[in-house]
């Protein structure tokens, strides 16, 4: 299977990944993880991306697009999920083009999630340094996925400037992705607002449903 999940800032992709990529046996890929793995050992890729990032705008398509293609190329054998990736126009076709010789993929997932529950859920978020993944601000200070035990902080760019900049890059940018991939018969769409586990078992029955 080759899915994408769309969403806004906060929608929950990264929340909803893991488990999704567990069930249905596909390598689960973050594009904005990819580029915060780069952050400690502070590379170059990380030094030309940092000022976008923090800044809450997108990394030009010419770094993006290589870092992921080229994910995929490494990691794909077994289909793919991809989180934050195609986020506008250029990017879809870039993937389009590179899966010519399959079918391309098989179905976009649009989290629909209204803007005021984005941005209570963006101030309270902090991520683990290690694996990525994210959580609610409570007394935890450290990931419990598995064996992983990393340290929680708080994104440069889930300050409150960085998070409206992010909110209106989806809106210019990001959203005409859902025509796109309409007009393709590609894109399934579930309400993000629910609880956790709720959005979960949407996720699960859509695509259950769509691969049938
Ligand atoms: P990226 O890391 O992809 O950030 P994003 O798209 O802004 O999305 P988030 O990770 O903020 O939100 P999410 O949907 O994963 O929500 P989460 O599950 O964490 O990208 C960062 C930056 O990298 C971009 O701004 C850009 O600069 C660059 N970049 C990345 N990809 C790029 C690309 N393709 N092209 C160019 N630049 C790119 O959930 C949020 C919070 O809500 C968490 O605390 C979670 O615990 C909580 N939560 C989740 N679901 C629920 C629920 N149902 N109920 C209650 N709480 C919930
Ligand atoms: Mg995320």
């Not at 999920?81 to 391309?104: C, K, M, V, W």
């Not at 209204?114 to 694996?131: A, F, H, Q």
Request: one cysteine or more.
């Amino acid at each position: 299977m080759k899915l994408i999940l769309l969403g806004a800032p906060g929608a929950g992709k990264g929340t909803q990944a893991l488990s999704l990529s567990e069930k249905f046996d596909i390598p689960w890929m973050s594009s904005g993880d990819l580029f915060r793995s780069h952050r400690k050992e502070n590379t170059d890729l990380w030094k030309q991306s940092f000022g976008y990032i923090e800044k809450g705008l997108l990394v030009p398509d010419s770094i993006t697009i290589n870092m992921v293609l080229s994910w995929i190329d490494e990691n794909s054998n077994k289909g793919f999920l991809l989180d934050g990736f195609p986020r506008n126009i250029y990017q879809a076709e870039s993937l389009e083009t590179h899966l010519d010789n399959s079918s391309g993929i098989d179905k976009a997932i649009y989290i629909s999630v209204p803007d005021e529950i984005l941005i209570d859920r963006l101030s309270s978020r902090v991520v683990c340094k290690v694996c990525g993944i994210p959580y609610t601000k409570s007394d935890k200070n450290k990931c419990t996925v598995k064996a992983c035990t990393g340290e929680l902080y708080q994104r440069e760019d889930d300050k409150p400037e960085s998070i409206k900049k992010r909110l209106q890059v989806f809106m210019d940018e990001t959203k005409p992705l859902i025509e796109y991939y309409n007009f393709r018969d590609k894109l399934i769409q579930i309400d993000g607002s629910g609880t956790v586990e709720s959005v979960r078992e949407s996720l699960e029955s859509s695509i259950l449903i769509s691969n049938k």
